[in-house]
């Protein structure tokens, strides 16, 4: 009776891993997204308000995955989706919240 318990506890697990082997095939599917990163000189930024505002605001752009915003380095590091945003949009969000961007290659 044991052994059959046994068995019956390793079919189980055996069927859980592949259900759970299975799903994960299907986010690696989903996630041929490629991001693409930008690393965006702010100017005009001199305290942590200044660092929340600007993550708050690149992050609730859609399409942009991740937002690291360094106040050191007057820096936004910022992972989009460039089929769903682009830089135009970062430097309208930056400069409608009173910062600069001053990357020389995103000035018209
Ligand atoms: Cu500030």
New binding site residues.
């Given amino acids: 009776m044991r052994i059959l318990f046994s068995i019956m506890v390793f079919v189980f697990l055996a069927s859980c891993q592949q259900g759970s082997n299975s799903s994960q095939d299907n986010s690696d599917k989903q996630a041929t997204v490629e991001l693409q990163e930008e690393v965006l000189n702010i100017g005009k930024?001199?305290?942590?308000?200044?660092?929340a505002?600007i993550e708050k605001g690149l992050t609730s752009v859609e399409g942009v995955e991740f937002v690291k915003v360094s106040l050191d380095d007057s820096t936004a590091v910022v992972r989009y989706d460039s089929n769903k945003t682009n830089t135009d949009q970062f430097k309208e969000v930056i400069e409608k919240r009173g910062y600069v961007l001053k990357n020389k290659e995103l000035q018209p």
């Fill in positions: 930024m001199h305290c942590e308000m200044c660092v505002s």
